[in-house]
């Protein structure tokens, strides 16, 4: 059977990372419906390690215009998000989305300015009418993050069966402080990543963008399986 007659295979098939927004609003309703179906992820001994702050209006104003003043002013923290150097294969996939991401918006690879700017966009939540902030209690290990991941994955998957589009964003763990103070966070935790969710410009030409992926061999191996059962 072809995998896009599973309905489920087909919503996640079509969520992508959208990078403009139309300002449509998106309901309280709809946002705590998205967030019922995403609770519903597995986690290490049911600890449900989530903590979403979802914002729309004048605290989202606020916050942005908060993050944009520290981005121009140079004030993020020192985050790695990525080892320094990052080994080949991810170097080579990191390049080839800087390429695309970069072309998409015609800003030259040498053009640090330009790229800066870009990178600022993330801050307005490209534009979204909804921003969301997930942080998690900064006791917790990697295996909490782990379920953290699922539980993102299912609030992107919930919003695309609703017609919703997301860009998930861990460029906002860089101000932590800065959010700390805009959504007085609880102490003892700290921010995972952002998101940007509403509806998708379909005119941006940086909605266009597809990323490729590694087909499953390059990825995965298999022993023991029958081909034909
Ligand atoms: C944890 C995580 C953090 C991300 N952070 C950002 C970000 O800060 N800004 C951004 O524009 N995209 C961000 N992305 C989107 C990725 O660039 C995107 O998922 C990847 O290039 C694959 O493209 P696709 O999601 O459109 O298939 C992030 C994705 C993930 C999963």
């Given at each position: 059977m072809n995998s896009e007659t599973y309905i489920v295979d087909s919503v996640?098939?079509?969520?992508?990372?959208?990078?403009?927004?139309?300002?449509?609003?998106?309901?309280?309703?709809?946002?705590?419906?998205?967030?019922?179906?995403?609770?519903?992820?597995?986690?290490?001994?049911?600890?449900q390690p989530w903590r979403v702050h979802v914002l729309a209006g004048g605290i989202k104003q606020r916050l942005s215009a908060a993050l944009a003043r520290a981005h121009t002013g140079g004030t993020h923290q020192q985050l790695q998000y990525m080892p320094d150097p990052l080994p080949e294969s991810y170097r080579i996939r990191q390049e080839d989305f800087g390429?695309?991401?970069?072309?998409?918006?015609?800003?030259?690879?040498?053009?640090?300015?330009?790229?800066?700017?870009?990178?600022?966009?993330?801050?307005?939540?490209?534009?979204?009418?909804?921003?969301?902030?997930?942080?998690?209690?900064?006791?917790l290990k990697k295996y909490s993050w782990l379920d953290y991941g699922l539980f993102i994955q299912n609030i992107m998957i919930a919003a695309r069966s609703r017609g919703?589009?997301?860009?998930?964003?861990?460029?906002?763990?860089?101000?932590?402080?800065?959010?700390?103070?805009?959504?007085?966070?609880?102490?003892?935790?700290?921010?995972?990543?952002?998101?940007?969710?509403?509806?998708?410009?379909?005119h941006s030409l940086?909605?266009?963008?597809?990323?490729?992926?590694?087909?499953?061999?390059?990825?995965?191996?298999f022993a023991g399986l029958d081909e034909s059962s």
């Amino acid at each position: 059977m072809n995998s896009e007659t599973y309905i489920v295979d087909s919503v996640i098939r079509s969520r992508k990372a959208v990078r403009a927004f139309r300002p449509d609003a998106v309901s309280k309703q709809d946002m705590i419906d998205i967030l019922d179906v995403a609770r519903a992820a597995p986690s290490n001994s049911n600890t449900q390690p989530w903590r979403v702050h979802v914002l729309a209006g004048g605290i989202k104003q606020r916050l942005s215009a908060a993050l944009a003043r520290a981005h121009t002013g140079g004030t993020h923290q020192q985050l790695q998000y990525m080892p320094d150097p990052l080994p080949e294969s991810y170097r080579i996939r990191q390049e080839d989305f800087g390429a695309r991401y970069y072309g998409a918006l015609g800003i030259d690879k040498t053009d640090v300015d330009g790229r800066n700017r870009a990178t600022g966009r993330n801050f307005d939540f490209f534009g979204a009418p909804i921003g969301m902030i997930f942080t998690i209690d900064a006791r917790l290990k990697k295996y909490s993050w782990l379920d953290y991941g699922l539980f993102i994955q299912n609030i992107m998957i919930a919003a695309r069966s609703r017609g919703l589009d997301t860009c998930p964003q861990v460029s906002f763990a860089r101000y932590q402080t800065v959010i700390a103070t805009q959504l007085e966070l609880e102490t003892g935790h700290e921010v995972v990543c952002g998101m940007s969710l509403g509806y998708a410009n379909q005119h941006s030409l940086v909605n266009r963008l597809r990323l490729p992926r590694e087909p499953v061999f390059q990825f995965a191996s298999f022993a023991g399986l029958d081909e034909s059962s």
